[in-house]
């Protein structure tokens, strides 16, 4: 009889610790589908969408910025947070994607993401987007400061943000 009573409470036990360990509404899975569905909206024809090479990792600021402005390689994927939410359990999500462009042509775009869930809703910074508007902002203001002659102050942004240059 002792025998048959602990086993419920083993069981009660285990299933606590799975509950503790991931929320399954802010999990990774949750995060990646997320991502997707934040990509696809942002497609001439999402319904052709292929999704390959994804990853979801621990957030790497200059690693990400680096990779994103096309100044540095992809950084190591170090394991994600298991509940996705802010601050330290924001994650970044990978994913090459080859979906059909306005003519029907077959097309691959990478894309990086950082996803949190804040205040009840996903939220999502495009790290190459980012990056294409920092760019912008650098070239408009070196234009700036080559009309004033302040020479000194230009900067290059070509070199400074390779991936947003071409």
């Known amino acids: 009889m002792l025998a ?9 036990l285990v299933s606590a610790v799975s509950l503790v ?5 802010h999990n990774q899975m ?15 024809a999402p319904a052709t969408a292929v999704f390959s090479k994804e990853t979801v990792c621990a957030v790497n600021d200059k690693g990400d910025f680096a990779e994103a402005s096309g100044t540095g390689t992809t950084p190591e994927c170090e ?3 298991l509940n996705v939410g802010t ?4 994650v970044v999500y990978r994913a090459s994607v080859d979906s059909q462009n306005s ?10 993401l950082t ?8 939220t999502f910074i495009d790290q190459r987007a980012t990056v294409k508007l920092l760019y912008e902002a650098c070239t408009e203001l070196s234009k700036s400061y080559r009309q004033a002659g ?11 943000y390779p991936s947003a240059a071409k």
């Open 21 to 25: 360990a991931q929320d399954p509404v």
């Open 115 to 122: 996803v949190g869930f804040v205040k009840g809703k996903w």
């Open 150 to 160: 302040l020479l000194e102050k230009v900067r290059d942004c070509n070199s400074e």
């Open 103 to 112: 003519f029907g042509a077959m097309l691959r775009t990478k894309f990086l």
């Open 4 to 12: 048959g009573m602990a086993r419920p409470v083993m069981l009660v």
């Open 79 to 81: 394991p994600a947070p």
């Open 87 to 90: 601050g330290e359990n924001l």
């Open 30 to 44: 949750a995060a990646k589908e997320a991502a997707r569905e934040y990509i696809k909206d942002h497609l001439k």
